[in-house]
């Protein structure tokens, strides 16, 4: 149980495109639904936090205006990376924190989207 | 100084061997615990979370010492399986739980 479904899990777009990813947890409600970007040989950094129904929270130095983050429904978060550059080609993640309780609670990915701008 | 720190390894060790990985952390206000396993060009996966009293699964062990603010991991028997980076991730005591990874220790386990 407790599955995030991601796509595209892989995704080549021209310089200046838009490209959407798309997260949904299948078998549970995710109120929460976070977005990482994991560049080569680096940690996972988290860009944002999706809230269903409200803005997504930043993390610093991440554009809200470059990264866009919708959280329309309890099992669905977009990331849009609009007028995608070179320099955004990267590893997207998403991550929601499966249903449970008491300290066995976990966080479950994504699968990725390995994002490559041309 | 990084939030979370891990050595990078590679850790090259044969079959059957031990190995641990140790995890320092900044923030004193982290509240959970967990390691990840990571493949190449993979998701992270949960591999278990870290309690104070410690906790093991099989061939693999962790502790925590929240007065060193230190985490680590022991995997027994290691299996060829076992080769992939293991991420220490640490949740900040946010109003969203954010979590924090470490840059992950790589594990290569050869025959």
């Known amino acids: 149980g407790a599955v995030v479904s991601q796509h595209p899990s892989r995704v080549i777009c021209k310089s200046g495109t838009s490209v959407k990813i798309e997260c949904r947890s299948l078998d549970f409600q995710a109120t929460t639904m976070f977005w990482y970007r994991q560049f080569p040989k680096q940690s996972l950094m988290l860009m944002a936090t999706s809230n269903e129904g409200s803005k997504a929270t930043y993390e610093q130095g991440v554009e809200k205006d470059k990264f866009l983050i919708n959280h329309a429904s309890l099992t669905l978060s977009t990331l849009t990376v609009t007028s995608a550059h070179p320099e955004d080609s990267s590893f997207y993640i998403c991550s929601a924190r499966m249903p449970g309780r008491g300290q066995t609670y976990g966080y479950t990915f994504g699968s990725g989207t390995r994002l490559t701008v041309v | ?111």
């Open chain 2, 1 to 111: 100084r990084k939030e979370v720190e891990q050595d990078p390894g590679p850790f090259n060790v044969p079959e059957g061997a031990t190995v641990a990985f140790n995890c320092t952390y900044s923030n004193s206000a982290s509240q959970s615990f967990f390691w990840y396993r990571q493949d190449c060009r993979k998701e992270p996966k949960l591999l278990m979370s870290v309690y104070s009293s410690g906790n093991e699964d099989g061939r693999f062990t962790a502790q925590l010492n929240r007065a060193s603010q230190y985490i680590s991991l022991l995997i027994r028997d290691s299996k060829l399986s076992d080769s992939a980076t293991y991420l220490c991730v640490v949740v900040m005591n946010t109003g969203f739980q954010k979590l924090v990874f470490g840059t992950g220790t790589r594990l290569l386990v050869s025959p």
